[in-house]
């Protein structure tokens, strides 16, 4: 039991890091020095596990505080309905799918109950070929039921602006779509909805949610989690 207890106190302390790391490399969208600092805390070791594995809009990127990000609104409601579940915010500001592939390994090495995939905002900023994505997040996909059968997944769906062609978005908004479909999965079409493109609940730069718009985020997240935690 022990030893159960340690390797699982190893688990979030690898998945907090993760979440906070930088990633130097993306000018657009670089991550704050102080994120490691704030990252939520882990209260109950007996607890369920919902890994939120993502980008800067998990990460909480631009916020004072990261407790302020979606994560913690989640984990903020279960704790109003006493469920025993604790939310990791695995959130690494700049990750694209490939990045996200080649951290996996290092996450799944403790059960995880419920894992949301929150990535291809980069790639699709990026330009990055539409195969290439769709590959990557199949791949991860497929690591994670390999890995446990038992975890749930939910995708969220991700939105680009209009000034990458409306080919290319359009071809970028079906690549979740088609995903969730052949994978059975469940399935959030656009992790911003309600927030992307409103002005007063983004930063200055126009992308990353405020408090207000995280809160947002949280409810949309919520509607397809609840009813997981349910059953």
């Not at 998945?15 to 704030?38: F, I, M, Y």
């Not at 791949?139 to 602006?161: F, H, N, Q, V, Y």
Request: net charge negative; with cysteine; hydrophobic share 35%.
């Amino acid at each position: 039991m022990l030893s159960k207890i340690l390797k699982f106190c190893y688990f979030i302390l690898v998945s907090l890091v993760l979440g906070c790391g930088e990633n130097q490399n993306n000018s657009k969208d670089t991550p704050s020095t102080s994120e490691a600092e704030k990252a939520p805390e882990v209260k109950k070791s007996s607890a369920k596990t919902i890994l939120c594995f993502g980008d800067s809009i998990t990460a909480g990127y631009g916020l004072e505080d990261n407790n302020d990000a979606y994560p913690a609104v989640l984990q903020t409601k279960i704790d109003s309905l006493s469920l025993d579940y604790t939310v990791i915010n695995s959130g690494v500001s700049g990750e694209t799918t490939a990045g996200g592939k080649s951290r996996l390994s290092w996450i799944l090495n403790q059960p995880i109950d419920i894992f949301l995939l929150e990535l291809g905002g980069n790639d699709g900023l990026r330009g990055i070929p539409l195969t290439e994505t769709s590959s990557n997040l199949q791949a991860i996909i497929d690591m994670i039921r390999e890995k446990s059968p038992d975890t749930k997944i939910i995708l969220a769906g991700m939105e680009l602006p209009p000034n990458m062609g409306q080919d290319y978005t359009n071809e970028f908004r079906n690549i979740f779509y088609d995903l969730a479909k052949e994978n059975d999965l469940a399935f959030i079409p656009f992790i911003l909805k309600d927030v992307g493109g409103i002005a007063a609940l983004n930063q200055n730069d126009g992308i990353h949610p405020t408090v207000e718009g995280h809160k947002i985020v949280g409810e949309t997240v919520w509607e397809i989690l609840k009813p997981m935690l349910e059953t």
